[in-house]
């Protein structure tokens, strides 16, 4: 480990420490994986990982957060989620965001309360700043804590101390609800969810591991690594054509940028 994460690393224990006790939103990412080991590390019991079940966060997402948690031998529970319920959730505006992380800090808030755990903590790291995260006023606005973002932790500086600690996460690629693969305007539907997710479930199956479908009405538009553009072209084309087809869609392209953050932004 180099010196400048060694000392970021202190100093986020000394943050996580300091807090007594917490509950962590744990969505089994990278970040908030981190996150709760530390804080199983550190305080033990008095850490509490709480993952939202929804039906824009996939089943095999909640399987590993849950196998993860089980192995690392800290207090997990699972909660349901029910932002497809908030009409302007539904309406998909520019800060959709807001409302779900709203509503569900807000569950977390009162299960801490219960608990009598002190703080809510969540992943947001350094890097999120630069990003388009309507979410973040809605921790603000119910004092939930950052501790990897308090600590200077940039993504790669979890991503570099999650392989250091042995975390099955350290390279796992980047996820994000189902609701961010479609335009702002279109609304969100359980059937659309659904149907996005089957999409992507299908890909997974096939061995990509860096995509993204996005929901353009009878078009899929699919976001992949570069490294993963033979596969979906060459080798395995008319099984991602067969299977995205089946899962609702008319038309199969293959965005040529290929996968990146927030690509829906750029509208």
Same mark, same amino acid.
């Given at each position: 480990m180099d010196a400048m994460l060694k000392e970021k690393t202190e100093n986020l224990c000394a943050i996580i420490t300091g807090m007594g006790s917490c509950l962590i939103?744990?969505?089994?990412? #990278? $970040?908030?994986?981190?996150?709760? &080991? %530390?804080?199983?590390?550190?305080? @033990?019991?008095?850490?509490?990982?709480?993952?939202?079940?929804?039906?824009?966060?996939?089943?095999?997402?909640?399987?590993?957060?849950? $196998?993860?948690? &089980?192995?690392? @031998?800290?207090?997990?529970? #699972?909660?349901?989620? !029910?932002?497809?319920?908030?009409?302007?959730?539904?309406?998909?505006?520019? !800060?959709?965001?807001?409302?779900?992380?709203?509503?569900?800090?807000s569950k977390l808030k009162r299960i801490a309360e219960d608990e009598g755990l002190a703080y809510v903590l969540d992943g947001t790291n350094f890097d999120d700043a630069a990003d388009h995260r309507p979410g973040r006023l809605a921790a603000e606005e119910l004092k939930v804590r950052s501790p990897l973002e308090e600590a200077g932790f940039t993504k790669q500086d979890i991503r570099d101390l999650s392989k250091y600690m042995g975390l099955p996460t350290w390279d796992k690629p980047a996820f994000a609800c189902l609701s961010s693969r479609f335009p702002y305007g279109t609304p969100i539907t359980?059937?659309?969810?659904?149907?996005?997710?089957?999409?992507?479930? &299908? %890909?997974?199956? %096939?061995?990509?591991?860096?995509?993204?479908?996005?929901?353009?009405?009878?078009?899929a538009r699919i976001e992949l690594g570069e490294d993963e553009f033979a596969l979906a072209t060459v080798s395995l084309r008319d099984d991602v054509v067969r299977l995205v087809k089946n899962s609702g869609f008319v038309y199969v392209a293959l965005d040529l940028q290929g996968y990146r953050t927030g690509a829906m932004n750029e509208l």
């Open positions: 939103g744990f969505s089994g990412g #990278v $970040d908030s994986t981190l996150l709760f &080991a %530390l804080a199983v590390e550190l305080l @033990g019991q008095k850490a509490l990982a709480v993952t939202a079940s929804s039906k824009t966060f996939p089943v095999r997402e909640l399987q590993e957060a849950s $196998d993860f948690a &089980a192995g690392a @031998g800290g207090r997990h529970i #699972v909660i349901a989620s !029910n932002e497809l319920d908030i009409p302007e959730f539904q309406n998909n505006p520019r !800060n959709r965001c807001y409302y779900c992380k709203k509503e569900l800090f359980p059937e659309l969810v659904e149907q996005v997710g089957a999409a992507e479930e &299908a %890909l997974w199956n %096939l061995g990509f591991r860096t995509m993204r479908v996005r929901y353009h009405g009878a078009v």
